[in-house]
């Protein structure tokens, strides 16, 4: 089936470290999203792509960084300069349609 | 830019009673129309969409109609269940520097059902 896969779901990163996120997606979209979501807030965009080797800073995008080499694939980093990382992170992609379809997010916590 | 603001919740409401979670928006020009839905420890799925003024979207029984005169994008349901109880995400969508499309979020409103 198609959709957007992101991995692991839960993520634990000690002081100083920097982890990866990955989102796969195979529903051949040219756009993919970064977003953050803290406890019983809404979505902040972190990183946005709309093609391939292009990518774009969104409204938080202090100590994180991304990379698209592929189509499927949007990495996001999360970086020891994030100094509040915990967070529920959600990665989407979007097609010519407009809408946008989400992964099942990772949770990642300090430890 | 663009905006959305949606109803602070948490919205609390009886089985079977009547649910509105009310949307409001600003853009520059004439985008699409979204409600996503988002359970517990889940991501976002789309509830439902409308792409132009007069549009309604339907899905499971919600249903919000697109006014462009008064930039609004209001959720309603008739009977709602428990199995609704979630965070409603409100969300626009506009063609951004012709390369592709750029969703603005409202802040979320959460729902909660009591049997």
């Known amino acids: 089936d198609g959709g957007i896969t992101q991995s692991p779901k839960y993520l634990f990163r000690k002081e100083g470290q920097n982890v990866t996120l990955s989102c796969e997606q195979n529903l051949n979209h040219d756009a993919m999203y970064w977003y953050r979501q803290d406890p019983g807030q809404g979505l902040r965009l972190i990183y946005y792509?709309?093609?391939?080797?292009?990518?774009q800073k969104g409204d938080i995008a202090e100590g994180y960084s991304v990379s698209r080499e592929k189509k499927e694939s949007f990495p996001l980093t999360v970086t020891s300069a994030q100094k509040n990382p915990t967070a529920f992170y959600l990665c989407a992609s979007g097609g010519q349609r407009a809408e946008a379809f989400f992964g099942q997010g990772t949770r990642l916590t300090v430890v | 830019g663009n905006s959305v603001t949606q109803m602070e919740g948490p919205v609390t409401l009886s089985e079977e009673a009547f649910l509105t979670i009310n949307c409001t928006y600003t853009a520059t020009g004439y985008p699409s129309l979204f409600w996503y839905v988002q359970y517990p420890g889940e991501g976002l799925q789309l509830l439902l969409k409308a792409t132009k003024a007069d549009d309604k979207g339907s899905n499971k029984g919600f249903e919000a109609t697109y006014r462009k005169e008064t930039t609004s994008f209001h959720l309603e349901k008739g009977s709602v269940q428990v199995s609704d109880s979630a965070v409603y995400f409100c969300a626009l969508s506009e063609i951004f520097n012709n390369a592709g499309n750029m969703l603005t979020f409202g802040g979320g409103t959460r729902l909660m059902v009591k049997p």
């Open positions: 792509s709309q093609i391939v080797n292009d990518f």
